[in-house]
């Protein structure tokens, strides 16, 4: 089955940092998701992503999606306290939404 | 516009209570969804209904129940709480009208403790 795997598991940086989080699938992704979670709340949608070579960017926060459609990565530039948070990445299996596949989460924050 | 609204926001429970969580939508959404999210385990999908008036299992649908009372809500049923399900639940709803928005709208969750 198609397993996510979300590096680092945490990450500690200092504001203005920069940072990048990785989601590695086992299987080619059909379309990769980014979501962010804030302690103690739901998630909120930020990125997706389906096709190779693919980046979205959204205020700070860039997606990609490499060519092999295998990998994704989410950087965040000049990192501020309100970036902090889980960064979750999820995958959907032949487009199919309620099948979702999840990575475990990255955990982050931000020291001011 | 509140999006996706769930009650309670906390509960605790002994082993063998039963309960109901609430969620309702005010955005029209078709599809509905129960998570749970467990250290470890990442977000399991409990139980999701693509449309009002269906319903269908997902990875973990032991113990639990669903019923869609209309297009706006979405309820999960514990009949007999156990210390398994202990964790924290999410609803989300999404669109599904449209193929390539999967963007799914989430609750802000109800952390469950079962003693």
């Known amino acids: 089955s198609q397993e996510l795997e979300q590096s680092p598991q945490s990450l500690i940086v200092q504001e203005g940092k920069n940072l990048t989080i990785n989601c590695t699938s086992s299987k080619t992704l059909y379309g990769l998701y980014w979501y962010k979670q804030k302690y103690g709340e739901g998630l909120i949608f930020l990125m997706m992503l389906q096709k190779g070579g693919e980046e979205k960017s959204h205020e700070k926060i860039t997606a990609k999606l490499d060519e092999k459609k295998q990998q994704s990565s989410l950087h965040i530039t000049a990192s501020q306290p309100s970036h902090a948070g889980i960064y979750l990445c999820?995958?959907?299996?032949?487009?199919?939404?309620?099948?979702?596949?999840w990575g475990l989460g990255t955990s982050l924050a931000v020291n001011p | 516009n509140a999006g996706v609204t769930q009650t309670p926001k906390f509960q605790v429970l002994k082993t063998g209570q039963s309960m109901t969580l609430q969620c309702a939508q005010d955005?029209?959404?078709?599809?509905m969804y129960w998570y749970r999210q467990d250290p470890g385990m990442g977000l399991r999908l409990i139980y999701y209904s693509a449309s009002e008036g269906t319903t269908d299992k997902g990875e973990v649908p032991n113990g639990y129940n669903v019923s869609r009372l209309n297009k706006r809500e979405f309820s999960l049923r514990l009949e007999s709480a156990a210390p398994s399900q202990t964790s924290v639940y999410f609803c989300?709803?999404?669109?599904?009208?449209?193929?390539?928005?999967?963007?799914?709208?989430f609750g802000s969750g109800t952390q469950l403790s079962v003693l």
């Open positions: 955005m029209n959404h078709n599809s």
């Open positions: 999820a995958a959907s299996s032949a487009g199919n939404n309620r099948k979702l596949i």
């Open positions: 989300a709803s999404r669109t599904a009208t449209v193929v390539s928005n999967e963007k799914l709208f």
